[in-house]
């Protein structure tokens, strides 16, 4: 079994998408691909300053902390730094980008496989490098990736769409999945789907249908609905199976 590690850049994921995201799924994703999972660090700001002087944000942020923990994750804090310009303006900075990569270079010898999670471009040259050194390195993110990031690792997978992930209001079972086709015309297109954790568990072949679509409660015109494909949207749903086998994204 191949020995791999997960580096997750927490503040990239939380602002892009991932607030809420299930820690222990993405473990599951990485041992989907015939990994054990050796490292799991996640890198995250701390403003020690805030939480030693508003109880109940630093209440939220151990909680926060502790949750993560819990699923089995080694945080790496880098404490956020103030700073004023020439015209005395506060500026706040805490960037752990370095620290995840060069934990991801020394960590890797011993590893066959890396996880990244984040869509920040700057991490394009650390996955050149750990490319080159014989090692498979997959991306996780949500909105916001780099294009070029996402084209340079070995296999890129979608936090919205990978399941479990992303919890469902309620916590009802939901599918989620992008517009790869549409006939505005007609309005109706096709989903692509992720129906597991391995690779090839896509679907290309969902039916969706306009009547099936609705945004805030209320029905979409032809236009929209086809924007929905140029925009990448991400479309939550029920999937049920035909009466001729195929399947439709309904609700």
């Known amino acids: 079994m191949l020995k791999g590690g997960i580096f997750l850049d927490m503040e990239n994921l939380v602002r892009c998408g991932g607030w809420g995201m299930r820690y222990s799924a993405v473990k599951d994703l990485v041992s989907a691909q015939g990994v054990r999972?050796?490292?799991?660090?996640?890198?995250?700001?701390?403003?020690?300053?805030?939480?030693?002087?508003?109880?109940?944000?630093?209440?939220?942020?151990?909680?926060y902390r502790t949750a993560i923990r819990g699923a089995g994750f080694h945080l790496?804090?880098?404490?956020?730094?103030?700073?004023?310009?020439?015209?005395?303006?506060?500026?706040?900075k805490a960037n752990a980008d370095l620290d995840l990569a060069v934990d991801v270079l020394l960590?890797?010898?011993?590893?066959?496989?890396?996880?990244?999670?984040?869509?920040?471009?700057?991490?394009?040259?650390?996955v050149r490098a750990i490319q080159s050194r014989?090692?498979?390195?997959?991306?996780i993110s949500f909105s916001n990736t780099s294009t070029e990031l996402r084209g340079?690792?070995?296999?890129?997978?979608?936090?919205?769409?990978?399941?479990?992930?992303?919890?469902?209001?309620?916590?009802?079972v939901r599918m989620r999945g992008i517009m790869h086709y549409v006939n505005?015309?007609?309005?109706?297109?096709?989903?692509t789907v992720r129906t597991g954790y391995g690779v090839t568990d896509v679907r290309d072949d969902v039916f969706c249908?306009?009547?099936?679509?609705?945004?805030?409660g209320r029905d979409l015109t032809n236009e929209e609905f086809a924007q929905l494909k140029t925009r990448d949207a991400v479309l939550e749903f029920d999937m049920v199976h035909q009466d001729d086998g195929k399947l439709m994204a309904t609700n």
Do not use: W
């Open 107 to 126: 960590q890797s010898e011993n590893l066959d496989y890396v996880l990244l999670g984040s869509g920040d471009g700057d991490f394009l040259r650390l």
């Open 209 to 216: 249908h306009i009547t099936k679509v609705s945004l805030n």
């Open 76 to 92: 790496v804090l880098k404490e956020v730094k103030r700073y004023r310009d020439s015209e005395g303006e506060l500026y706040m």
């Open 37 to 63: 999972v050796l490292r799991a660090n996640a890198y995250m700001a701390i403003d020690r300053l805030r939480e030693s002087g508003d109880p109940e944000y630093r209440r939220k942020k151990e909680g």
């Open 134 to 139: 014989g090692k498979r390195i997959d991306l």
């Open 152 to 172: 340079e690792v070995d296999y890129y997978f979608s936090g919205y769409l990978v399941p479990g992930v992303l919890p469902s209001p309620g916590d009802k």
């Open 184 to 191: 505005e015309e007609k309005g109706y297109g096709f989903l």
